[in-house]
């Protein structure tokens, strides 16, 4: 997970990570005056988010799955689109609830006329429960609305070197964006991860692209130029983008970007290293799976390549990592390489926090072992993994050879949001891989 979004979260009130309970409020829940329950009409539709004087967009459907209705939240991006499977539908009174998948966040609505819906996105991991207003229209609609206007329209494509936030709380991205007409799709990538899918609309000098995955919604706003009023102290290149960054409630940040083809981010194999005279991990934590616990010393891992993932349930980064690696380890395993997932949840609690990460093994089919290991925080990381310096991002793959030697410590994962530097990604795991198998 993105180390600087998490960072943004915590300024939404949000915390670290998210996930915390699957039980909704009676607010959410509570008979309505005897109103019907509103029909989720099978087909098209367009949310809004209405947060910080903003408008977040987002595309679902409503499918008829065997006589129950299933939304699919769609986000488009560099390799064409996801559709994220909402299953867990129940209504009450008034109101439906519709549960986001892996995250524990649902969209809370009520009838509002014919096809229309109003009602609340609501994020049950914070310590009082997280609420958006949403409303949403039946139909097939654009995300944006492109403007009527004789301007020309800018050029947002390519590569773009981008900064975000101001002085020391700054950190380095790159934009990669394809243009076609007024549509835009693409994705900004840091050091520590990306911000996935992200699609939108040029109008004229100004850009917007959103993305709402159930757990997140992002808003990205440019325009080619400075604002006003000007700072006329300052210099300003040709096509310099300035920006800002919405996130969720309150997350907020700005940024600019310049076109560079050749823009790139630090390696993001030397972000995070073993501390000086260590060359193992030492751990044992307790299986997701309750009796058992998992360490890297255990005979099922002996002589074997080992692939070790810290993730979270409530991390979509992770999530991106994981539907890459769960089909591939079924594929892989027979070759002598196992993978252990380390998860690090909200609360401390077993209980509570092996259940999510249970939740998320079958939903994603990790036919590999999965370990509690702590609090979805760096401090909880680094003390529960002593031997490792600088922990930056959710996710990080450590590779382990057959003595069970850290041989690759790789920060974040680029997932299929963005084009080419996803296959990069992946070539970069099957080579390392490939490399300690021979071995």
């Not at 539908?89 to 096809?115: C, E, N, P, W, Y």
């Not at 991990?281 to 074997?304: A, C, H, Q």
């Not at 077993?350 to 999510?356: E, F, G, L, M, R």
Request: hydrophobic letters at 35%.
């Amino acid at each position: 997970m993105n180390n600087n979004l998490l960072r943004l979260m915590a300024m939404a009130t949000l915390g670290l990570g998210a996930c915390q309970s699957n039980t909704s409020t009676s607010a959410e829940t509570a008979a309505g005056g005897g109103a019907a329950a509103p029909k989720l009409t099978p087909g098209p539709w367009r949310g809004v988010l209405a947060t910080q004087g903003q408008e977040i967009p987002f595309l679902f459907e409503v499918k008829d799955e065997a006589g129950q209705p299933v939304v699919y939240l769609i986000n488009k991006g560099l390799n064409g689109e996801e559709r994220l499977r909402c299953e867990d539908i129940k209504s009450a009174g008034d109101s439906t609830t519709i549960r986001m998948h892996a995250f524990d966040a649902a969209l809370v609505v009520r009838a509002d006329g014919q096809g229309k819906l109003k009602g609340t996105w609501v994020k049950y991991d914070s310590k009082t429960p997280y609420r958006v207003p949403v409303t949403a229209t039946a139909g097939a609609q654009e995300l944006f609305p492109v403007a009527q206007s004789t301007e020309k329209s800018g050029n947002f494509g390519g590569t773009w070197r981008a900064t975000f936030g101001e002085g020391k709380e700054s950190y380095p991205a790159t934009g990669v964006f394809t243009q076609q007409g007024n549509h835009l799709t693409g994705t900004f990538l840091t050091t520590t991860g990306d911000y996935r899918y992200l699609s939108g609309v040029v109008n004229g000098q100004k850009m917007a692209v959103s993305t709402f995955d159930g757990s997140h919604a992002f808003l990205f706003t440019a325009q080619n130029g400075p604002k006003e009023p000007i700072d006329i102290t300052k210099e300003y290149a040709p096509n310099t983008l300035f920006g800002d960054f919405y996130s969720g409630k309150s997350g907020h940040e700005t940024w600019t970007a310049v076109p560079d083809p050749k823009a790139k981010l630090p390696d993001a194999d030397t972000l995070t290293y073993l501390k000086k005279g260590e060359s193992r991990l030492n751990f044992k934590f307790p299986n997701v799976i309750e009796g058992s616990s998992i360490s890297p010393t255990d005979p099922k891992y002996r002589g074997k390549v080992v692939v070790l993932q810290i993730l979270g349930s409530w991390c979509p980064n992770c999530m991106d990592e994981t539907n890459f690696l769960a089909p591939w380890y079924e594929k892989n395993k027979a070759r002598g390489v196992e993978i252990i997932g380390l998860g690090y949840e909200r609360k401390p609690d077993y209980a509570v926090s092996a259940a999510k990460l249970r939740s998320m093994r079958e939903r994603f089919k990790m036919g590999y072992d999965v370990a509690f290991a702590g609090v979805a925080d760096k401090d909880s990381v680094a003390k529960s993994l002593p031997q490792l310096a600088k922990f930056l991002a959710f996710p990080t793959t450590i590779f382990l050879d057959k003595k069970g030697n850290v041989r690759k410590i790789h920060t974040g994962f680029s997932g299929p949001g963005t084009g080419k530097y996803y296959q990069e990604e992946i070539n970069g795991f099957n080579k390392i891989v490939d490399k300690l198998l021979k071995e």
